[in-house]
Every structure is written in structure tokens, then in C-alpha cells.
């Protein structure tokens, strides 16, 4: 099949998708979609189509749009408890991110065990806590799982940490608060940001 010179010479705009060799023509083309692997002519789209590489690709392609689909009708099934257990996985996790150089909250100590992110008032008495910063800190597992919280030390930290005007907030009623699955979604995805921007500072 025929090219004009014009067509051959184009040059990579600058900022552009980068430009490709047809596998069929071999002529040089500048796609205008990432899955796009041939240039613009019927012959090559069809030669390619029909070649192995091109079959790999085809039910790449498929493979990928079907697990998006998979994924979308995963996500619409998930009922309110499935959102709240995945956002609160991931606010623990950047507590844990957060006060990373912090000892325990509770004992004070550093250790080489495992971290979880220790609620000064619990989810169960204050669900409207849950999320609130100020209430959760690093705490080791010892205090967390076999004191109760270690709860006396725990305050008696948290004063140094965010003073005692705060604390007396934290303290303080609160108004009862059931998180929407917006919401939810919401404060997984911030806090995913809060994680990327910690892991890629360290």
C-alpha cells in the first residue's frame, strides 16, 4: 500500500503519544489510542488481526474489559458493613503510616511486633470517633489486645501529644453519626492519598 512522502516524514509532535512501527507495513505512525498496535489502514488492521500476536491482544483486551465489568458489579454488591470494614482497613493503615517514628502510644515503647491503630474511645462506645485522627494513634499490640488499651497511660500521652483542650474535646458528646456509603468511599480514598504521599516521602 502506498504512503506520501508527507506521510512518512510526519514528525512526533511535541508531547504526543509516542510514535510506533506498523508490525504490518512497518511504516511509522503515531497512535491515537495506547491500545491502538497497528497505524490507520484497513489491510494492516486485518493482517494483524488475524496474526497470533494480534489474537494475544484481542483476548488481552477482552480479558481486561471483562474483569472491569467483574469489578464494577462487585463494587455495586457490597452492602454498607463491606464499605465501613474496607474504609476502616485503610484509615488503619495510615495511622500506622502517620506515627510511624512514634512509640506506642500507650507503653511508650518501640518494638519490632506488631502495630495496630489504638482508639482512645472505642468504635463501639463512640462509632462517631472512628475516623476522627486525634482518637487514633499507633499503638502496640500488647496494649492494645491484653490492656484493654492500656487506656490510663494512653490519656495521660495524648495530653503531651495534642493538648488538653483537644482532648477535652475528644472527651466531650458528640452527636450519634452513621457514615453513608459516600462518605465512606470518601474517606478511603483520601486516606489512600495520605498513604501514597507518606510512601513515596519515605
Known amino acids: ?39 490507520g489502514e484497513i489491510e494492516c488492521a486485518v493482517a494483524h ?26 463494587e455495586k454488591l457490597k452492602t454498607r458493613a463491606d464499605h ?4 476502616q482497613v485503610v484509615f488503619n493503615e495510615w495511622i500506622r503510616l502517620r506515627d510511624a517514628a512514634l512509640p506506642c502510644v500507650s507503653c511508650g515503647r518501640y518494638h519490632n511486633g506488631q502495630w495496630h491503630a489504638g482508639h482512645y474511645r472505642t468504635v463501639g462506645g463512640n462509632p462517631e470517633l472512628r475516623f476522627e485522627p486525634l482518637n487514633v494513634w499507633r499503638q502496640c499490640a500488647p496494649c492494645n489486645n491484653h490492656q484493654s488499651g492500656n487506656i490510663v497511660n494512653y490519656r495521660i500521652e495524648l495530653v503531651k501529644r495534642i493538648g488538653a483542650d483537644k482532648l477535652d474535646w475528644l472527651e466531650g458528646p458528640h452527636e450519634p453519626k452513621r457514615y453513608t456509603i459516600e462518605q465512606l468511599k470518601t474517606i478511603k480514598s483520601e486516606c489512600r492519598a495520605l498513604i501514597k504521599e507518606l510512601k513515596g516521602a519515605a
Open 1 to 39: 500500500m502506498k504512503r506520501t512522502p508527507l506521510q512518512r516524514k510526519t514528525p512526533l509532535t511535541s508531547g504526543g503519544p509516542r510514535r510506533r512501527r506498523c508490525p504490518s507495513c512497518r511504516v511509522m505512525f503515531t497512535p491515537v489510542r495506547d491500545s491502538q498496535a497497528v497505524c
Open 49 to 74: 488481526g488475524k496474526s497470533e500476536k494480534g489474537q494475544a491482544t484481542t483476548r488481552k483486551a477482552l480479558a481486561d474489559v471483562e474483569r472491569r465489568k467483574i469489578k464494577v458489579r462487585k
Open 84 to 87: 465501613l470494614r474496607e474504609t
